[in-house]
């Protein structure tokens, strides 16, 4: 009978963690990336084109999105962490990481290194806070556009989640493009965090900004994200003055105005996001009679207004004193 | 390492460690007489526990905790012998008594109680899977069989015997239960009977060869055999005409639920044995040593001690022949695993860790921690004759159950040298009873779950009470030789039933008692004992809630806390049941208090067993000042939201 | 390529062909890589990359317990009267796609859903049966399976942390469970859409200066216990109150009380149990929580199947229908998966009750939003809808295609404590010919 050591022993470790001065944070960058990067990411890598292998076990470890993607870190908590549990497993156990024969088991040095960083919030800042800079006050959709499209600023993604926001990545190989949304922080969203999104402009490719309390001046900051392709605007308090901020999105595939007060008079400036392929504008002073001719500069665009259910059965509820109390 | 000693200021208790040599080999291996009966036995058996302990801290060097206060000792002797707190009335008498022996003393009177059955119950039933129902037919005769055999201290050898080969009618042997339980699945039941009682997991190979360790899908089989054939439910002819009958149109629908409750109690509820001690291999058995759809005969796994096996050549074997067989085996002497199984697994009972973890995962490979302890503990176990309960109550008798609590938290699954008891959550069980304790007095009288055993359920009430039993049901229906005379039996019945006034005259004291408990769980469902409620209870109730196993798989309870748990406690069931709730006990032995000082103590000494330190007297008495009306609910309400309430210690 | 040509390509490019595009130009010529080993630098890619965001970002799982029939429903064979029985069958929003006619206002939205015509499970019982629909294993002894939404939650966490992000409205509530996950990944039972998230409120007994009070004697009392046992289990129970106290204090609570719904809106669903579990379900959608079950029950139509077929189907087609539009009018279905599961349909033999009995051998189910394709049938029974002639689809392939729609590894094996490997789909690969 093949005995096993019990995967979850590893009493060595316990006393190698002292290795790390515990008064000093750990810089993602500087000290657990280059782990990351000699010792897993040549399995651990998102593909980057279709020749590419997959990453061994839909894991990408090459990117922060793609650690926090893959659930291994439980920020705060390595023992729980299955990216800490798997490199800390005793050398005769199937399911160390990195295999033996393929670089594993870590140093003792840096498995400690990843045990302190997890535990102290597994922060891909700098560690320190970190500068993110200014907003350049003359920053425009045409000065986002240009703006290569890096790998985000782990601080500045640090700064934004500090001010409620939910920031993903759209898929675990597509770090750069990212989703920004405020889920439980709508209530307490004005224009002043909204505005904190320029320091990502060149990644943001999707926002919600559903129920904050974005205004038309707010939509300003959102004009310069050159790279949107979706953005969710339902039941916010803007206007038909508000949308004109957007003109210079051209990317803009998906637009929610369900719940707002848009009006006919938006439909000129809505015209020109070509690219537009689904519009959203029940409970809007938007008519039926202004969507038909919207369709004739976005001909192939759902152009939704009410249910498109054939026979109109639901049109009880077209009704502007309904009223919903989210 | 001497000079460690010397310096020691715990040094008190580790000379016990030490001095436990000399009286240790007294007593032991008596042999001709019952030796569990003796105290002496009891005591010098449990400081050859401690000098195996101490042999442990003395090699690794450890200085072992101090010994714990009495308070500790008291709350965790409760929880642990009978699973809940002492009331406020248990709690100040042990805690005010100077007798000398008190802490023996106490172990034997708690393990002596009732209350202990209750505890040892929930344990069983996490462990055997034991529920209520089994599909149609009904689960009590199996509870009552398991909380019997808990009552009258049946050994554990003799236990697990008469569950493996139990055979025979539900009704006239609860044991069968065991394999009632999996009716349709005896191959799991295979795999869950190997890993209860030998610790050994070898589920993985009813599928394939194992991956991670030596046990082939041949093996499984070969193991399979045993009870392979068993039958579950008879006469299936009978069954079938009689539901065809219901089927009739116009039905009288009490007839038809008699007849049902015929069906389900005698012929659905038996086990019979057909097989021979062979099985067919699968149809895709894809390994060299045998072919698809073979059959093989039956072989007890290897390394257990010595091998039965059922050679197909030779015709001798009866039907269940061979199952008697691995009854034998699996409780054999020679079998070494099946009494280091359980004696782990009373260890972790008692002492909160196990001597070697995953308990049920022999080829994980877990080896003992202390391997020397381990063997005499399997001695001992032998020694005892199997009893379960003298057993326990060595160990809660040794030093090291004593030792103050341990403060690191130790990782899981690693070998642990017990210095003081690892700190864990109460179980769903425990929490429940201990808030029982705070809710009325005498929480461990009544009795529900199981005792209805005799009582005719028939719409949820027990009918013909003091005039016929399942039991009698059962013989009487299994006399009759052809399925028209069920029917009229049936008929009968039904009359009967119909025309029962209550009364039951001639109803027996026994019987009497039977059919109050069997109405208890209706009437006092939210005053009784866990043990005492449905086995599991239903998905989203107070016990589910905070982890009570749901039944289906072995040991599937868990002590993991969630926030709907703290939810629970803040804003319903407690604060419902105890907090708000100014006719519980709590409150009467509060307001008893003189003082608020007096009041304050009777509060500690209800909810965390303990009196209050100088602290907390002062934060509390300010408390009685400034919110007078409000401050015992207040009081009461802070002290259960503690996580010093939550955890044993 | 450049960005200027990726824009000008035309209106056609789907979305995601631009953001694959995208990614491709901007990695191939400017992409400074965080860790920097392992970036390719090739320019040459594919016309179809298989790099592919979620195309769903939560689920709407709707259970039919007891075995919907297919040929009641969504697999009805007009030709075939002997099977067919007297159920009509109607055109719907969808070209060349007929369903029954007890669904006419599900046939409006048909233009929204991908129908599943080969669905084909080996298990004829129903406990079983809902056993591997909800987990892709089928029952057995010595484990339990976490179901669907605990898969879910353990790939990929919740996004609203506030609140549950598993929750199942009525049914068994076996379908919430965590299984050997353990309960931290099984979701919330609901006895019914109108219970509300169970003792989230304070109790009326407590008011909030006590309540508040009570907890901070509470902490006061603890601070001792914790210095004196400095462990991760005793910070964990402590920080179960704060999060106890985030849920009973968040904004996103208000998603569980669907009375806060206009009357109006409230009857569009169906005033019943199952409408109104698809009214909360979509208001549990909009705050983020990411899967949810609605269960409707009383599909075992052994006898009377056309009388109780129709019946059920009043519920179900206004509760779906409504569900659909009123997604779809909120901008939410582009994002939002609906999917409806059964364990097995009914025999196309009308037995002699009027009934129909199990049958696992072929049978329907849908998704609808989140990225599937609209008026699109996949799998084909045969002229009797006696078997899968095409496009046989299981339980577990049924379940890995949602995990794939939102964008979850649906080959990451997690292990069991006792060290058995699971998938989401027991292996089976998602059926990706279904999204747009």
């Known amino acids: 009978m093949v005995m096993m050591i019990n995967k979850f022993i590893c009493p060595v470790l316990f006393l190698l963690v002292a290795t790390v001065s515990p008064g000093q944070g750990v810089d993602f960058k500087k000290q657990i990336a280059p782990i990351l990067s000699s010792k897993?990411?040549?399995?651990?890598?998102?593909?980057?084109?279709?020749?590419?292998?997959?990453?061994?076990?839909?894991?990408?470890?090459?990117?922060?999105?793609?650690?926090?993607?893959?659930?291994?870190?439980?920020?705060?908590?390595?023992?729980?962490?299955?990216?800490?549990?798997?490199?800390?497993?005793?050398?005769?156990?199937?399911?160390?990481?990195?295999?033996?024969?393929?670089?594993?088991?870590?140093?003792a040095k840096e498995i400690a290194l990843i045990k302190k960083w997890i535990d102290d919030g597994a922060r891909f800042g700098s560690g320190s806070g970190g500068d993110i800079g200014k907003i350049a006050a003359d920053l425009d959709v045409a000065k986002v556009m240009a703006m290569p499209m890096r790998e985000p600023n782990a601080d500045a993604v640090a700064h934004l989640e500090g001010l409620g926001a939910t920031i993903s990545q759209l898929a675990v190989n597509l770090p750069q493009q990212l989703v920004v949304e405020w889920i439980s922080t709508y209530h307490k969203t004005t224009d002043k965090e909204i505005e904190q999104i320029l320091h990502i402009a060149p990644n943001v490719v999707e926002v919600d900004l559903s129920r904050t309390k974005v205004t038309d001046e707010g939509l300003k900051h959102i004009g310069k994200l050159a790279r949107l392709t979706h953005l969710n605007l339902s039941r916010t308090q803007i206007t038909d003055k508000g949308l004109e901020h957007l003109s210079g999105l051209r990317s803009l595939q998906h637009l929610n105005l369900y719940g707002t007060g848009v009006s006919n008079a938006a439909l000129p400036t809505l015209a020109k996001h070509r690219k537009l392929k689904a519009l959203y504008t029940w409970q809007t002073k938007i008519t039926a009679d202004g969507l038909s001719k919207l369709r004739k500069a976005l001909p192939d665009a759902k152009l939704v207004l009410e249910t498109d259910a054939k026979s109109n059965r639901y049109d009880n509820l077209d009704n502007p004193d309904n009223k919903f109390d989210f | 390492m001497k000079q460690l000693f010397a310096l020691n200021i715990a040094a008190i208790v580790f000379a016990l460690f030490n001095a436990g040599s000399a009286s240790a080999q007294l007593g032991l291996r008596s042999g001709a007489v019952a030796p569990n009966q003796s105290k002496e036995f009891q005591l010098a058996a449990a400081r050859k526990v401690d000098k195996l302990v101490g042999a442990e801290f003395r090699r690794k060097q450890t200085r072992p905790l101090p010994k714990s206060t009495d308070a500790e000792f008291l709350r965790r002797s409760y929880l642990t012998a009978i699973g809940r707190i002492p009331s406020y009335e248990e709690a100040a008498e042990f805690l005010d008594s100077e007798e000398s022996g008190k802490r023996v003393a106490l172990i034997d009177t708690l393990i002596g109680s009732y209350g202990y059955n209750m505890h040892m119950f929930n344990w069983w039933a996490d462990l055997l899977r034991a529920t209520d129902s089994f599909q149609n037919t009904s689960g009590a005769p199996y509870i009552k069989w398991i909380k019997d055999a808990i009552a009258e201290d049946k050994p554990y050898n003799k236990m697990v015997h008469e569950l493996i080969s139990a055979t025979g009618g539900g009704w006239q042997n609860g044991a069968v239960g065991y394999y009632m339980r999996d009716k349709g699945m005896l191959k799991d039941n295979m795999a869950n009977t190997t890993r209860i009682f030998l610790g050994t997991r070898?589920?993985?190979?009813?599928?394939?060869?194992?991956?991670?360790?030596?046990?082939?899908?041949?093996?499984?089989?070969?193991?399979?055999?045993?009870?392979?054939?068993?039958?579950?439910?008879?006469?299936?002819?009978?069954?079938?005409?009689?539901?065809?009958?219901?089927?009739?149109?116009?039905?009288?629908?009490?007839?038809?639920?008699?007849?049902?409750?015929?069906?389900?109690?005698?012929?659905?509820?038996?086990?019979?044995?057909?097989?021979?001690?062979?099985?067919?291999?699968?149809?895709?058995?894809?390994?060299?040593?045998?072919?698809?759809?073979?059959?093989?005969?039956?072989?007890?796994?290897?390394?257990?001690?010595?091998?039965?096996?059922?050679?197909?050549?030779?015709?001798?074997?009866?039907?269940?022949?061979?199952?008697?067989?691995?009854?034998?085996?699996?409780?054999?002497?020679?079998?070494?695993?099946?009494?280091?199984?359980?004696a782990n697994r009373m260890w972790k009972r008692v002492m909160g860790t196990g001597l070697f973890e995953p308990l049920d995962n022999f080829s994980s490979g877990a080896a003992p921690s202390n391997p020397a302890l381990m063997a005499y503990l399997e001695e001992l176990l032998v020694d005892l004759n199997y009893d379960l309960k003298a057993f326990q109550k060595v160990l809660f008798h040794t030093y090291t159950f004593q030792l103050a609590p341990s403060p690191a938290q130790h990782p899981a699954r690693s070998p642990y040298n017990f210095n003081g008891r690892q700190l864990k959550r109460l179980s769903a069980e425990q929490v429940w009873d201990s808030l029982l304790t705070l809710k009325i007095d005498k929480p461990d009288v009544r009795k529900g779950n199981g005792y209805s055993g005799g009582a005719i359920m028939f719409r949820n009430r027990p009918v013909l009470v003091g005039k016929k039993t399942m039991k009698d049901i059962y013989s009487e229906v299994i006399a009759i030789d052809s399925p028209a005379a069920v029917w009229k039996y049936a008929e009968n019945l039904h009359k009967q039933i119909k025309g029962d006034k209550g009364g039951g005259a001639k109803a027996s004291g026994k019987m009497k008692m039977e059919m109050m408990m069997a109405q208890n769980a209706r009437k006092y469902g939210q005053e009784m004992r866990a043990s005492e409620l449905s086995s599991p209870m239903p998905n989203g109730h107070f016990l589910r809630q905070f982890g009570q196993s749901d039944r289906e798989v072995i040991e599937n309870a868990s002590t993991d806390s969630d926030v709907t748990q703290v939810l629970s406690i803040l804003n319903g069931h407690i604060e419902k049941q105890i907090t708000s709730n100014g006719g519980s006990k709590v409150f009467k032995v509060v307001n008893d208090g003189r003082t608020d000082a007096d009041k304050i103590d009777r509060i500690f000494l209800s909810i965390l067993s303990r009196r209050p330190s100088e602290g907390e007297k002062e934060l509390f008495l300010n408390e009685f000042k400034r919110n007078r009306g409000a401050a015992v609910r207040n009081a009461v309400s802070a002290l259960i939201s503690t996580a010093e309430f939550m955890f044993i210690q | 390529m450049s960005e200027k040509n990726l824009f000008h390509k035309g209106d056609e490019v789907s979305r995601r062909q631009f953001m694959i595009g995208a990614a491709h130009s901007y990695l191939g010529v400017s992409v400074l890589p965080m860790l920097g080993a392992t970036v390719a630098t090739s320019d040459t890619f594919g016309a179809a990359p298989p790099m592919r965001p979620r195309t769903a970002k939560s689920v709407i799982f709707l259970n039919m317990s007891g075995g919907m029939s297919h040929l009641d429903t969504f697999d009805p064979k007009p030709e075939n009267q002997d099977v067919q029985g007297p159920t009509p069958v109607i055109d719907t929003s969808a070209d060349n796609v007929q369903i029954s006619g007890f669904l006419p206002k599900t046939a409006a939205v048909m233009k929204h859903i991908t129908l599943f015509r080969g669905m084909r499970s080996n298990q004829g019982a129903h406990e079983q049966g809902q056993y591997l629909l909800h987990r892709s294993y089928a029952p057995r002894g010595t484990i339990v399976h976490p179901a669907l939404g605990a898969w879910v939650m353990r790939l990929s966490g919740r996004r609203n942390t506030t609140i549950p992000g598993f929750v199942a409205i009525g049914g068994s509530s076996e379908n919430a469970t965590g299984g050997f996950m353990g309960a931290k990944y099984g979701g919330v039972p609901l006895g019914n859409a109108n219970a509300g998230l169970k003792d989230s409120k304070r109790a009326h007994s407590v008011s909030k200066a006590e309540f508040d009070h009570r907890l901070s004697l509470a902490d006061k009392m603890n601070s001792d216990f914790h210095g004196r046992f400095k462990q991760k289990q005793i910070k964990t129970y402590h920080g179960l109150y704060d999060e106890a106290i985030k849920l009973m204090t968040s904004e996103d609570l208000k998603a569980f009380d669907i009375k806060n719904e206009d009357s109006k809106v409230r009857d569009f669903y169906g005033n019943n149990g199952f409408g109104q579990g698809c009214l909360l379900a979509r208001r549990l959608v909009e705050h983020q929580v990411r899967f949810v079950e609605v269960n409707l029950g009383g599909w075992d139509t052994h006898s009377d199947n056309f009388v109780s077929v129709e019946a059920r189907c009043q519920i179900l087609d206004q509760a779906l229908a409504g569900l659909i539009s009123d997604l779809e009018r909120r901008g939410m279905l582009d994002h939002t998966l609906v999917a409806l599961g059964t364990e097995f349909g009914r025999t196309p033999d009308i037995n002699d009750n009027t009934g129909r009995d199990h049958f696992p051998r072929a049978f329907s189910s849908l998704m609808a939003g989140g990225g599937v394709k609209g008026g699109f049938v996949y799998g084909e029974t045969d002229r009797k809808a006696h078997t899968v002639k095409e496009g046989i689809v299981t339980p577990g392939m049924f379940n890995a295609t949602i995990g794939h729609a939102l964008g979850l590894p649906t080959e990451r094996v997690v292990t069991s404590p006792s060290g058995r490997p699971f998938t989401i789909g027991d292996e089976a690969k998602p059926v990706k010919e279904i999204f747009a």
């Open chain 1, 40 to 107: 897993c990411n040549s399995c651990h890598t998102a593909k980057k084109k279709e020749s590419d292998k997959k990453p061994k076990a839909g894991l990408a470890l090459n990117t922060s999105g793609g650690i926090r993607a893959g659930r291994v870190i439980e920020p705060g908590d390595a023992s729980s962490s299955e990216l800490f549990i798997r490199v800390s497993l005793p050398k005769t156990d199937e399911e160390l990481m990195p295999p033996t024969d393929d670089g594993g088991p870590l140093s």
């Open chain 2, 202 to 342: 070898i589920e993985c190979a009813q599928c394939h060869n194992h991956p991670f360790d030596s046990w082939k899908q041949m093996e499984f089989y070969e193991m399979a055999a045993f009870t392979a054939g068993m039958k579950i439910g008879e006469r299936d002819s009978f069954s079938s005409y009689l539901s065809d009958k219901e089927d009739e149109e116009g039905m009288d629908r009490g007839l038809r639920d008699v007849s049902r409750l015929i069906r389900y109690a005698v012929f659905d509820f038996s086990v019979a044995d057909a097989g021979n001690g062979s099985i067919k291999l699968p149809d895709d058995y894809k390994y060299r040593d045998g072919k698809p759809g073979e059959r093989v005969g039956a072989k007890s796994l290897s390394g257990f001690g010595k091998n039965v096996r059922v050679s197909l050549k030779s015709k001798a074997k009866g039907a269940g022949e061979a199952r008697q067989e691995f009854a034998d085996w699996m409780v054999s002497p020679q079998n070494p695993r099946f009494t280091k199984v359980i």
